[in-house]
């Protein structure tokens, strides 16, 4: 009966993990990474979702929304979502707001599908039984030799391409993919500015190495301008593709950059843009407009919804969430030859957190 599936919590709680060495991008420095849990409850199952991003949603999700979510049907997911839309009006559906909706929405998820004794990859379907990912970190901290450790070794682990940062210090910008280069081999190599450039810039980039023989040129310019991305993309060396998406909060981001052709693939993040429901939609968006998607970070998150994408091409393994979701989480993928794997023995995402492993991290809300 529907009856004994309306839920009857929502709770968060926020948990912040220093970094394991100094980290940099080109636009942002950062020592600490902050995980807020979302954990929804219905018959005798509970539900986990997260996402990335500031203890303050604790707040938010178990005052303002959780009045939104409780008394419904868990398997009314669309009904959850519509509403919690509307409730976050006025405070502005984008940014903080659209990472507390991603991780109740995934959490919603889980519950389901653990209330229907599935693994999440069996009730969304699945295109692929592996999610192929690629190493991401390469940080603008790093000296060469770390760099290199790095990138060699997921290499070693069977990723078919690697990602560092640039941008900082745009002169020893071309030293640092030369040793990335020689660390990785013939293997693919995939650079992201974070949008510290502007068009000029980033095409002499593009050009001084394009004998380096670059695959993937993330976020050259600022995501929020779609026309420079397009110079960019129009301009750079063939075989160069710009990818950009990581701040996609709603379908409608999605959309602009896809009608701009702006990108030759776009990324979408689980915890950023609408949780699983709206990694479906921009992932409709993408088969529409003939353009591959890519995960962005969050790989245990990812790992079940990226089985039933068509044109996935990847989903990055960002060296801060693998690391956490591996201290914080029972269940957490691990590689194998380059790919992650659900793991269809258990139901949702086949995720636990590790509440006592987890208490020394806890920054906000209820343990």
């Known amino acids: 009966m529907a009856g004994d599936r309306d839920i009857r919590a929502l709770r968060a709680s926020a948990y912040t993990v220093p970094t394991d060495g100094p980290e940099a991008d080109g636009t942002y420095a950062w020592s600490k990474t902050t995980l807020v849990l979302v954990e929804v409850e219905a018959a005798d199952e509970t539900g986990l979702g997260y996402t990335y991003a500031d203890a303050s949603l604790c707040g938010l999700i178990g005052t303002t929304l959780v009045e939104v979510v409780v008394g419904r049907d ?39 599908a653990k209330l229907l004794a599935q693994p999440l990859a069996f009730l969304l379907g699945r295109a692929r039984d592996r999610v192929p990912v690629y190493g991401s970190g390469g940080f603008t901290t790093y000296d060469d030799e770390r760099l290199t450790e790095q990138l060699a070794g997921w290499v070693a682990q069977g990723c078919r391409f690697v990602k560092m940062k640039i941008g900082v210090h745009d002169a020893h910008d071309a030293h640092r993919v030369e040793v990335a280069r020689a660390a990785i081999g013939d293997r693919g190599l995939f650079v992201d500015a974070n949008g510290a450039y502007d068009v000029p810039t980033a095409l002499a980039f593009s050009h001084r190495n394009a004998d380096l023989a670059i695959d993937w040129f993330e976020e050259p310019v600022t995501s929020d301008d779609p026309r420079g991305l397009r110079a960019v993309r129009d ?133």
């Open 235 to 367: 301009g750079a060396p063939p075989g160069m593709a710009v990818a950009a998406g990581e701040y996609i909060y709603t379908a409608d981001d999605a959309r602009h950059l896809l009608e701009a052709g702006a990108v030759d693939v776009l990324q979408a993040d689980v915890t950023r843009c609408g949780g699983v429901s709206g990694f479906l939609d921009v992932a409709a968006l993408c088969e529409a407009h003939h353009t591959d998607l890519s995960g962005h970070c969050a790989p245990s998150l990812h790992r079940h919804v990226a089985c039933g994408v068509q044109r996935l091409r990847h989903v990055e393994w960002f060296h801060d969430h693998v690391r956490i979701e591996q201290m914080l989480f029972e269940g957490a993928p691990t590689l194998e030859r380059g790919a992650m794997t659900p793991d269809l023995r258990e139901p949702g995402h086949g995720l636990v957190f590790k509440q006592a492993d987890a208490a020394r991290f806890l920054v906000g809300g209820h343990a």
């Open 74 to 112: 868990a398997f009314d997911i669309p009904g959850a979502r519509a509403a919690l839309q509307r409730h976050v009006r006025n405070l502005g559906r984008s940014g903080l707001c659209a990472c507390a909706l991603s991780a109740i929405d995934a959490a919603l998820w889980d519950l389901k």
